[in-house]
């Protein structure tokens, strides 16, 4: 019995449209999602810190922190999370006795909560103690793997207050170097960047039009106790997306913004990381086993029936097929590029091109994330998830 790769014109036609529309998205978030600039920042600012076995990367984000422009105040909180390396010992010497800085110790999350939301519920709480309860400026939850210009800080805050929300999530430029790294993470920005336009979600107290980074979180300090803080995401695998929901149940603006050259995150250094990394949580990312299997299969189809067509239909459905392609490849470029904030080099367009093999790398990643959680076998930093 014979297969046929070459698609129909009905099926290529659509997924192309599809694609066309993320491409039409995409083109209109480049022109309107906000930009971080700097300004002077009078009020307190307070920077928390989650840090689990960070030893190789702690000491870089607190030189960053600690040359930090055009802030008034600030106040850094590094919350050693029951480490078992020496991310103590080099943040306090990376500290170099800076009085802003310091250091606490947490011995692991407690029952119902896992360990990131509970070292930054940890570390806010402490970071309360020091705040005028009349003035308590602002919050801000930074990964330990995140690089900072000087003035990133400052242009977050500015963002916070020009646009009157209680959460800005500046979105880090995503660095990516080994294969796995440079298939899966641009997917990050582009996932939403090519879906949900920017203008009208960054307006919206919907939940479902949410987007965040939990790298980094710049919080109202005032709206985030008020909420109840971690404590609403106590349990939750993706609690960066969550808090931000939970804002907006509550009435709160949340906004994304890009980071650009501001801030940049390296999360993975090998594909062991990154695939741990993402099937911790990707098993919650679609509601249920059914939606993850219907999701992916319509991602699957949309980045698969485009080239086949282009490669081996005829008339029509090659041209459809090769519209289809080219718009996915362009979303991706102009994704990347407003992310980096910089015009798109040769490999971006390479990593591009991928990107059907970055849609397959990334179901079997969903797949594999199910079937770990099923068998209880899903792991971070040396702790299980449940």
């Known amino acids: 019995m014979r297969v046929s790769c070459r698609p129909s014109l009905r099926a290529t036609r659509a997924t192309a449209l599809l694609s066309l529309a993320g491409a039409a998205v995409t083109a209109v978030n480049s022109c309107t999602i906000p930009r971080l600039r700097a300004r002077r920042v009078v009020e307190p600012v307070t920077v928390v810190v989650p840090a689990r076995n960070e030893e190789s990367r702690v000491g870089d984000l607190i030189a960053d922190l600690r040359n930090q422009t055009l802030l008034?105040?600030?106040?850094?909180?590094?919350?050693d999370d029951d480490s078992s390396d020496g991310t103590a010992a080099v943040a306090t010497s990376a500290f170099a006795g800076d009085s802003r800085f310091?250091?606490?110790?947490?011995?692991?999350?407690?029952?119902?909560?896992?360990?990131?939301?509970?070292?930054?519920h940890v570390g806010a709480t402490h970071a309360a103690r020091l705040m005028d309860p009349g003035r308590p400026g602002v919050l801000i939850f930074l990964d330990a793997d995140v690089r900072l210009a000087p003035d990133a800080l400052a242009a977050a805050v500015t963002e916070l207050r020009e646009s009157g929300a209680d959460l800005v999530s500046p979105w880090p430029r995503q660095?990516?170097?080994?294969p796995a790294e440079r298939l899966i993470q641009p997917l990050l920005c582009w996932s939403w960047f090519s879906t949900l336009p920017v203008p009208v979600a960054n307006r919206s107290t919907r939940p479902s039009t949410v987007v965040a980074c939990g790298q980094?979180?710049?919080f109202d300090a005032?709206?985030?106790?008020?909420?109840g803080g971690h404590t609403v995401v106590a349990g939750s695998h993706t609690e960066d997306l969550d808090i931000a929901r939970a804002v907006r149940r509550r009435g709160g603006r949340t906004v994304v913004a890009v980071?650009?050259?501001?801030?940049?995150?390296?999360?993975?250094?090998?594909?062991?990381?990154?695939?741990?990394?993402?099937?911790?949580?990707?098993?919650?990312?679609?509601?249920?086993?059914?939606g993850a299997a219907v999701v992916t299969t319509v991602a699957a189809a949309t980045c698969a029936i485009a080239p086949l067509a282009m490669l081996f239909g005829r008339g029509r459905t090659r041209a459809w097929g090769a519209a289809g392609y080219l718009a996915a490849t362009a979303s991706r470029v102009t994704a990347r590029a407003v992310e980096s904030g910089s015009a798109p080099r040769g490999r971006d367009v390479a990593d591009a091109?991928?990107?059907?093999?970055?849609?397959?790398?990334?179901?079997?990643?969903?797949?594999?994330?199910?079937?770990?959680?099923?068998?209880?076998?899903?792991?971070?930093?040396?702790?299980?998830l449940t």
Request: glycine share 8%; charged share 25%.
């Open 222 to 227: 005032a709206a985030y106790y008020r909420l």
């Open 353 to 384: 091109a991928a990107h059907p093999l970055s849609i397959g790398a990334f179901v079997r990643l969903v797949a594999v994330s199910h079937r770990d959680r099923r068998r209880r076998r899903l792991q971070w930093k040396g702790r299980q």
């Open 175 to 178: 660095d990516a170097v080994t």
């Open 259 to 290: 980071a650009q050259d501001r801030a940049h995150c390296r999360m993975y250094t090998d594909a062991t990381a990154l695939r741990e990394g993402y099937t911790r949580w990707l098993w919650t990312a679609f509601g249920s086993p059914a």
């Open 102 to 120: 310091a250091l606490v110790r947490g011995e692991g999350p407690p029952p119902g909560w896992l360990g990131k939301n509970a070292a930054c």
């Open 216 to 218: 980094f979180l710049v």
């Open 72 to 79: 008034d105040t600030l106040r850094v909180i590094v919350l």
